[in-house]
């Protein structure tokens, strides 16, 4: 089972639905609806997610993480998300899963300008030759800044 295995196809077709997925999140405020998400994700009780934003529990069940998407991508005007260079794609028959960093950045819905670093990892299951999203968790890392000036 090696990383970005490109002599499985199942890993390129993984590599593509990511791609998907990526491009999905780059919105406008006239984009930023969950329907257009929707068809990347297993939209059941059983998808779990945990997001940059809160609540700290995640979202449990699809109806609960769509509604709690449109809460927070309401507070956008613009998003672009860029993949950095370490995707990291794996598959196990019908279940793949990947982890990436990114960089996530544009304006709130004020007209700020905002900028994240966030990782994410994402589990995927193949169902009827489509792969989907089962869990995802994002995070972006605080850093402090100690006394002495080290940042942890």
Known sequence: MPVNDLNDPEIRNLMARIEEYRLAYNVNADSARCDGVAHLYKTDDDFTAFDVAPPLGGYIGWEIYSGGWQHVMNKYSEIHFKFRDDLRVFR???????????DWYGKTADGDDFAKEIRQTMVWVREDGDWKVVQEHGSSPKTTTLTGGEVI
């Open 92 to 102: 196990v028959g019908d279940v793949g899963w990947c982890s990436f960093s990114a």
